[in-house]
Protein backbone atom coordinates (compact mmCIF):
# COMPACT_ATOMS: atom_id res chain seq x y z
CA UNK A 1 0.00 0.00 0.00
CA UNK A 2 1.64 3.48 -1.15
CA UNK A 3 0.58 6.55 -1.50
CA UNK A 4 -2.72 8.52 -0.30
CA UNK A 5 -4.11 4.71 0.66
CA UNK A 6 -1.19 4.42 3.04
CA UNK A 7 -1.58 7.60 4.31
CA UNK A 8 -5.72 7.32 4.94
CA UNK A 9 -4.72 4.08 6.51
CA UNK A 10 -2.16 6.01 8.64
CA UNK A 11 -5.02 8.99 9.73
CA UNK A 12 -7.38 6.42 10.93
CA UNK A 13 -5.49 4.33 12.77
CA UNK A 14 -3.84 7.49 14.75
CA UNK A 15 -7.61 8.88 14.98
CA UNK A 16 -8.73 5.74 15.99
CA UNK A 17 -6.42 5.27 18.94
CA UNK A 18 -6.98 9.15 19.71
CA UNK A 19 -10.54 8.39 20.54
CA UNK A 20 -9.50 5.16 22.35
CA UNK A 21 -7.69 7.17 24.79
CA UNK A 22 -10.28 10.11 25.05
CA UNK A 23 -12.51 6.91 25.89
CA UNK A 24 -10.40 5.80 28.66
CA UNK A 25 -8.65 2.86 27.58
CA UNK A 26 -4.94 2.60 29.23
CA UNK A 27 -3.41 1.16 26.48
CA UNK A 28 -5.74 1.62 22.86
CA UNK A 29 -4.62 -0.80 20.23
CA UNK A 30 -5.71 -0.69 16.53
CA UNK A 31 -4.98 -2.59 14.20
CA UNK A 32 -5.30 -2.40 10.13
CA UNK A 33 -5.73 -5.45 8.02
CA UNK A 34 -5.03 -4.84 4.27
CA UNK A 35 -7.80 -6.72 2.24
CA UNK A 36 -5.19 -9.70 1.09
CA UNK A 37 -4.19 -10.32 4.21
CA UNK A 38 -7.64 -10.41 5.54
CA UNK A 39 -8.51 -12.64 2.30
CA UNK A 40 -6.01 -15.06 3.03
CA UNK A 41 -6.70 -15.25 6.61
CA UNK A 42 -10.35 -15.42 5.82
CA UNK A 43 -9.39 -18.96 3.96
CA UNK A 44 -7.98 -20.64 6.11
CA UNK A 45 -9.83 -19.57 8.69
CA UNK A 46 -12.20 -22.75 10.29
CA UNK A 47 -15.84 -21.46 10.20
CA UNK A 48 -17.02 -21.83 14.17
CA UNK A 49 -20.55 -19.94 13.23
CA UNK A 50 -22.91 -19.79 10.41
CA UNK A 51 -25.67 -17.28 10.82
CA UNK A 52 -28.94 -19.04 9.84
CA UNK A 53 -31.74 -16.82 7.56
Request: aromatic share 8%; net charge negative; no cysteine.
Amino acid sequence: MTGEWAELARDLVRKAHEELAVMGEDHPQVEVFWTGYHRAAQAAATLLHRETG
